[in-house]
């Protein structure tokens, strides 16, 4: 008597040497980014707590915390599937709306031109409905403002707010 079997489990697949390999690659650029951050200098007559490193040396540190994070997720095992061409061509697309938004960023204006990319990100990431994308975007775009205009970093207007 044959002992029935059932379908084989597959094996957990691990993050990947190219989860790894990304990892180091971003972190080396990091690394760089954060040395070089370290060379601003504020000028001489003044004195803020906030100097012109402040912002690109959080950016070098949350970058390299992720992409430690990612070095060490990347020997878990996972389930996870193998990515599609419907992945690439979402990631592709939001590349060209980050394009798109660093170059309308001055002719919009922050508040607008931010607010236009969470909404088309949002979307393309799938967010629905339609009132989460909107209440996400106001709240977000509202709190970069805020904050910026709390650190007292002037953000463009856009021309349309300029006249």
Do not use: N
């Amino acid at each position: 008597m044959a002992a029935e079997r059932g379908p084989a489990a597959r094996p957990l697949r691990q993050g990947g040497r190219s989860d790894r390999l990304a990892a180091l690659i971003i972190f080396g650029i990091s690394a760089l980014y954060v040395r070089y951050a370290l060379t601003f200098q504020p000028p001489r007559f003044r004195s803020e707590a906030l100097g012109p490193a402040t912002f690109p040396l959080m950016i070098g540190g949350l970058m390299l915390a992720c992409s430690a994070w990612l070095f060490f997720q990347s020997f878990r095992p996972s389930d996870a599937h193998r990515p599609t061409w419907a992945g690439y061509l979402t990631a592709a697309a939001l590349w060209g709306l980050l394009l798109g938004y660093v170059l309308l960023f001055d002719r919009l204006g922050f508040p607008l031109s931010t607010a236009l990319f969470l909404a088309a990100a949002l979307r393309l990431l799938e967010i629905r409905p339609w009132w989460k994308v909107t209440l996400y975007t106001v709240i977000f775009t509202a709190g970069l403002y805020y904050a910026f205009s709390a650190l007292d970093v002037r953000l463009p207007p856009g021309e349309w707010l300029r006249r």
